[in-house]
C-alpha cells in the first residue's frame, strides 16, 4: 500500500441539553442545582451517543442485508483470485502473487519499505498494524523485536533500527505458514472487504469492484484529497454511481480519472499502466464482469489469463 492513515467517515454532532422535573412541594428547582445540571448532560450526552450508535448499526445491518441479495462479485473465489494476479502485477510484476509474501525493498517513494503480497509499507502504517496484530497471536515471531523501530519510523522513509536486520527477518518469518496467514487476513480487512462492500453499495459490477479495491490498495484507507474515500467523493461530484441512477461505465470513467490525476500529481511522471492499460481496457470492452480471458498491460509487459 502506499498510503495509509486514519479513516474518518463523518462526525455527529452531540448536544447536551438539561431534563428537569418540578417535584411538588418543593421549593428547590434542579435547574438552578448545579449538581443536577451537571450530572444531567453527561447522561444525555451518552444517550446521544448510544442514540448515534444505535443508527449507525442499523443503516449497517440494511447493508448487509443489500449486499446479502446481491452476487458475489468479486468475492468470489475465483474472481478473488484473479483480483490479486492483477494487483500482484502491478505491486509485485507477477501474477504469482503467491510468490511474494517475503519481498521486501525500498522503492524509493518516501514510503520506507515496501513489503509482502499488498506492499505494505513501514512509512504509512499498515506494515506496523500487520507486525502488532502478528505478535499478538505469535509473540514469539523473528520481527516482534523490530516493533519498537517500526512506530519510530512510521510515517517516515526512515531505516533507523530497521537496518541491517530488518529485511532477512521479514525474509524468514515470510517462509513461516502462520505469518502467510496474517499477510492475507491483513490485506482482507483492510483493503479487500472495505472496497468490496463499498463498492457494491455503489452499485458497481465486478469490474467496478476491482477498480475500488486497487485504488484502496495504491492510494490507502484515509479521507484526503489522495486518499481512497476523497478519490471517491471527487468523482461522486461529477457522476452519478448506478446506485445513484447514474450509468455504470461513465461513473468508472470519471472515478479512473481522477485517480490517474490524483497519481500523476503526487509523483509527476509516474507509470500508470495499472489504470491506463489495465482497467480502462476492460472498462472500454465493456467488461463489467470482469470476464475472463483477461490481456493487460503493465509497466510494458503483457500479462494473460485464460
Sequence with gaps: MKRAGVLLLGALPVIAAGVYFVVPGDSSDAA???AATSASAPATARSARDDAKDRAEEEREADDALIADL???LAAPAKKELAQQLVSSAENSTTRWRTAYGSIEDVGDGDGYTAGIIGFCTGTHDLLTLVERYTEAHPDNG???YLPALREVDGSDSHEGLDPGFTAAWRAEAEVPAFRAAQEEERDRVYFEPAVRLAKLDGLGTLGQFVYYDAMVFHGPDTDAEGFY?????AMGKAETPGQGGSEKAYLETF???REQAMEAKRPGVDTSRVGTAQRRFLAAGNLELATPLVWEMYGDTYRVP
Design 32 to 34: 438552578d442545582d448545579p
Design 143 to 145: 520481527l516482534a523485536r
Design 230 to 234: 476523497g478519490l471517491r467523493e471527487q
Design 256 to 258: 479512473l480519472d481522477v
Design 71 to 73: 452476487p458475489a462479485g
